[in-house]
């Protein structure tokens, strides 16, 4: 890896261990089956509690920009497939296969629309692929903070985020600087502007350094690590690929097969934070994305017959509490994020 220095020591510990695969897994799986042994320790509740702080910290910033948190769902017919290749759980619902949330994209589009802004916590559930379990960063069931307004374009969306990591960062420097000191916790600066570089040059930019990284697709995980490893500070990577992301992310009108998307990046190694975009709304460009995405019309009923109707044009983001919560307390993997983690493929409670 280029710049270990960049790398937080705890990102770089847990890369070194999982290397070992399955005998991490293991021993990892050892742990977990006692979850009430691994959370009384100082360093677990020390990150729960920072983890209360910056989720009231996300709350207190939301509701002070107008917006309003609703109760998330849980069960659909459908749910975000743009869910990079990880499964769905499915349910039986009265005789209908319904779906457990992979996101909430779908309602929040509605939601929306019709209320203006809004946020779900909404927990998820992917079966991500069982080499997740070795990202540092990937958990079967984990929190979202899903974000939607009406009316903004991916640039207010990308300031409201930014503006969110800001206040979370500086409520938990000044409320839980004993957690931090617990943990050995020396959190970033995050008060400058953070850096907006596009998907192709972010593309590039691995590329010099002999990452194998693709114009036409999303950064492979091992090179989103490299990369946030490059930066000190939070940053965006904007303008996906068509085909890339889910069908919901808007094409730009004026440059086709560009995304008015973004992800944010943690640095020192963490990876992404959140993902976000200007949604796709007006019914044939949907039923046209969906086609092409190889999505099933007709599993999409309720939300086409939505869009059918009209509905207004929204943007937002979902910010992982998880993963943030591995950033603010530089953990090296995001199960310590949770009491009852489900690593990918690990048998745990
Ligand atoms: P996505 O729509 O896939 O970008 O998910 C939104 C956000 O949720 C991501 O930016 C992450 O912060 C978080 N997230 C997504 N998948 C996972 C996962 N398997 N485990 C933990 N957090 C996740
Ligand atoms: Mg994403």
């Known amino acids: ?74 069960l659909g017919p459908v749910t975000d497939p743009g869910i990079r290749g990880a499964g769905q759980v499915v349910v039986d619902y009265y005789g209908w296969p319904y779906r457990v949330m992979s996101s909430a994209i779908l309602y929040k589009q509605a939601a929306a629309s019709a209320l203006g802004r809004i946020y779900f916590v909404s927990p998820n559930v992917r079966l991500e692929p069982p080499e997740a379990a070795l990202t540092g960063r990937h958990l079967a069931e984990f929190v979202q903070v899903d974000v939607e307004g009406s009316g903004m374009s991916y640039e207010e969306v990308m300031d409201l985020v930014e503006g969110l990591l800001k206040h979370v960062v500086a409520v938990v420097k000044g409320e839980a600087y004993r957690e931090l000191e617990i943990l050995g916790r020396d959190l970033p600066d995050c008060s400058d502007p953070f850096p907006r570089l596009t998907h192709s040059r972010a593309v590039s930019m691995l590329r010099s350094l002999g990452v194998d ?13 490299i990369l946030s490893g490059l930066f000190r500070s939070p940053f965006f990577i904007t303008d996906y690929p068509l085909g890339s992301r889910g069908f919901y992310d808007r094409e730009d009108p004026e440059r086709p097969g560009v995304l008015r998307d973004f992800d944010l990046i943690y640095p020192e190694g963490f990876g992404e934070a959140a993902s976000g975009a200007e949604r796709e709304y007006e019914y044939e460009r949907v039923l046209a994305r969906l086609k092409a995405s190889g999505e099933d019309p007709e599993e999409y009923g309720w939300y086409l017959g939505m869009l059918a109707d009209g509905i207004k044009p929204t943007a937002g983001f979902g910010i992982g509490v998880e993963r943030l919560t591995r950033f603010l307390c530089g953990l090296g993997s995001v199960w310590e994020a949770r009491l009852c983690p489900k690593v990918p493929g690990v048998y745990s409670p």
């Not at 990284?213 to 690590?225: H, K, Q, T």
């Open 1 to 74: 890896m280029p710049e270990t220095s960049a790398i937080h020591p705890s990102v770089a510990r847990f890369v070194e261990a999982s290397r070992q695969g399955s005998r991490y897994l293991r021993e990892l799986e050892r742990k977990l089956s006692k979850p009430h042994v691994v959370a009384r320790s100082e360093r677990a509740r020390a990150v729960l509690r920072v983890q209360a702080i910056a989720l009231s910290a996300i709350r207190e910033f939301l509701d002070s920009h107008g917006f309003i948190e609703l109760l998330p769902p849980i």
């Open 213 to 225: 990284a693709d114009e036409a697709s999303e950064i492979p995980w091992d090179g989103e690590v």
